[in-house]
């Protein structure tokens, strides 16, 4: 399984960025899609899922509300829509491929990575 993840990029607080995880190798319906953020210095935390059974979605507090993760099967593709950014969303956002279809949301679980695509809010 490949992932390539794009839609990266520099907002301002307030702003929205979409971003965007192709996968390829597979249909993404075989896996639960995460995606997962690390900001400099810090560690790689859990930001939101999708599990490949029924598309249920799951998200980390601190973007609860804001962002909303969704998947194109057309396209095979997933999507972190990402609305009302502020500062301390700012980092390397990884779209990941975990084999447990209910989601891990664990990065010591994951079983693909995709390469990260940086988002920098202003303030």
């Known amino acids: 399984v490949q992932l390539q993840a794009s839609g990266g990029g520099l907002v301002q607080a307030g702003g929205s960025l979409r971003l965007s995880c192709a996968v390829s190798g597979r249909t993404f319906s075989m896996y639960a899609m995460e995606w997962f953020r690390q900001a400099p210095g810090k560690e790689r935390e859990f930001v939101a899922a999708i599990s490949g059974s029924r598309g249920n979605t799951y998200y980390a507090d601190s973007v609860k509300g804001r962002f909303t993760i969704s998947g194109d099967g057309a396209k095979n593709t997933v999507y972190l829509q990402m609305n009302g950014l502020k500062p301390e969303d700012t980092a390397v956002y990884y779209c990941?491929?975990?084999?447990?279809?209910?989601?891990?949301?664990?990065?010591?679980?994951?079983?693909?990575w995709g390469q990260g695509t940086l988002v920098t809010v202003s303030s």
């Open positions: 990941a491929a975990d084999r447990n279809l209910l989601g891990s949301r664990d990065r010591d679980l994951i079983d693909y």
